[in-house]
């Protein structure tokens, strides 16, 4: 996948699958239903509970994992942006990662007018994952000078769910979330513009797909934000996710989580790692975070 190739590791088909049989030895897995049930009205959650989730609405979600927890009868969720469901817009990060295919290609003349739009002469790499949300119109600028086309890759990769895929998954049992408009970090924009992004969002989802049920998974990370963003954000969902591992939050209906990309280590390991770090945070009386 060129569009997430350059940004970080992911975990093939295999890995899953390996996953999947070790978290079913040692945690039972439940709906988003039990969870908003628990948040709701205190309606307890078996022992090492555990709930799948993707982020984004990568069309692998619907080719290769669904077909697979379908058969193992697990649940998950899956996070959608808006903005990219048909393929009618990219994340400016895997706009990053395609420039990047083709930079270690380009010529002399097409370095210096790459140079030129990012206004530096030093690490090109470094600076083009460097771009950001408030002036990803950079990668714009400089995919035609390397001959990359973004709306050429839409159309014929079809990263993205299309909305008859979103319906498809609804169909087999699978919970469907909102992950913003098109995955802005929101450390870096106003609060209006938060807002807007989580509320227009699940809209979306509820006009296009029925969904009565309301969840978030903040893009990027929740961890930066301030009490009184967080508080009109979660006021709009019945429970949301962020990504700052095992740990507690003083907003009991956003729950937190732990990725397992960026690695090739087997799930026993990541579980490891990360319950040591929370026995760490318990016993330095950290385990909560903190805004």
Known sequence: MPHIKNLYQYRNSKL????????????????????????????P?????????????LREVFDVAAPILKEKGIPATFFINSGFTDNKGLFYKYKASLV??????????????????????????????SVDYRNKELLDEIAPVIDVDFNLFLKDQKPYLSSEQIRSLVSDGFTIGSHSIDHPDFSIIDKEEQI???????EYLSKNFGITYRSFAFP?????????????ITALF?????????????????????????????????????????????????????R
């Open 196 to 202: 807007r992004q989580a509320r227009e969002s699940m």
């Open 45 to 57: 959650l078996p022992k090492n509970a555990l709930h799948i989730t993707f982020d984004d609405g």
């Open 16 to 43: 899953f699958c390996e996953d999947l049989d070790f978290f079913s030895r040692h945690f039972t897995f439940v709906e988003l239903k039990d969870i908003i049930n628990f948040i709701k009205s205190g309606l």
């Open 100 to 129: 990047l295919e083709k930079i270690s290609h380009a010529g002399e003349t097409q370095l210096k007018k790459i140079t030129g739009i990012l206004k530096t002469e030093h690490d090109i790499k470094k600076a083009i994952l």
């Open 220 to 232: 990027f990370s929740d961890f930066k934000l301030i009490k009184d963003s967080m508080e009109e």
């Open 238 to 290: 019945d429970c949301s996710f962020g990504t700052s591992g095992i740990n507690d939050d003083i907003y009991p209906s956003n729950l937190q989580r732990f990725e397992m990309e960026k690695t090739n280590l087997p799930a026993r390991i990541i579980i490891r790692k990360r319950a040591a770090a929370r026995r760490v945070k318990l016993l330095t009386g950290n385990k909560t975070l903190k």
